[in-house]
């Protein structure tokens, strides 16, 4: 059973950059695929990326393509989120999680569907305000 951890939210002006980790607990998380997701209360979990393991492709939704890049710290067994111009509308509370076995090692083919993943971490709080 594979676990996450995300960490690397916080505070942050308009414009500014945050880079996010998930760091794979248990597991090595360069073997799985990893999606990102985020949430604002009242609202449903949307996807934000994805990354591949056993073919490496990265996958990016509309409101953040540009601007947030996915990657991998495997020194540090982790998942990185680099947020960069961010917006008071990327507020919210970020999300990693897995696909769901027996296909772990790749991003699901809809990777925004938060039904393909299971291992969510806690999330890290994430707000973007002046």
């Known amino acids: ?41 009242g609202k449903e979990r949307e996807g934000v990326s994805c990354i591949g393991a056993t073919d490496g492709n990265t996958y990016y939704s509309d409101s953040v393509k540009g601007r947030f890049t996915i990657g991998r710290d495997i020194a540090n067994n982790a998942v990185t989120l680099q947020m960069n111009s961010l917006k008071p509308e990327d507020t919210a509370l970020y999300y990693c999680a897995v696909p769901l076995n027996p296909n772990y090692g790749s991003c699901p083919k809809n990777f925004r569907n938060a039904g393909e993943y299971d291992a969510w971490g806690q999330g890290t709080q994430v707000t973007v305000s002046s």
């Not at 760091?23 to 990102?36: H, Q």
Request: hydrophobic share 30%; glycine share 20%.
């Open 1 to 41: 059973q594979a676990h996450v951890v995300e960490s690397g939210g916080g505070l942050e002006q308009p414009g500014g950059s945050l880079r996010l980790s998930c760091t794979g607990s248990g597991v090595s998380l360069e073997r799985y695929a990893v999606g990102w997701f985020r949430q604002v209360p």
